[in-house]
Nanobody, 117 residues
């Protein structure tokens, strides 16, 4: 059974870059037809899809966040990473990584990231 675990700093200063990594066990980032996503949830915006990286390595991003977002992967470590640039307090949220097979999502537990000086 796949397990996903988010890690990264819980506090980021405004205008800096938020970086969160998802470590995957029990599954491979390169398994055909799977996608590996980042999603966030905040009290003000609710659940928001950020983007994903496909098994092929190609990426797709939310139009509203695309200019500030990068998702990359390290297949040797079975990890994928979200970078969100030039953050503001509005980016404060619980960040989740997830695996998608096109029908269902397997979620990590999430990590709280607060943007504050």
């Amino acid at each position: 059974q796949v397990q996903l675990q988010e890690s990264g700093p819980g506090l980021v200063k405004p205008s800096e870059t938020l970086s969160v990594t998802c470590t995957v066990s029990g599954g491979s980032l390169t398994t055909n037809f799977l996608s590996w996503a980042w999603i966030r949830q905040s009290p003000t915006k609710g659940l928001e899809w950020i983007g994903y990286i496909r098994y092929s390595g190609s990426t797709s991003y939310s139009p509203s966040l695309k200019s500030r977002t990068s998702i990359s992967r390290d297949t040797s470590k079975n990890q994928f990473t979200l970078q969100l640039r030039t953050v503001s307090p509005e980016d404060t949220a619980v960040y989740y990584c997830a695996r998608s097979n096109g029908l269902d999502l397997d979620w990590g537990r999430g990590i709280q990231v607060t943007v504050s000086s």
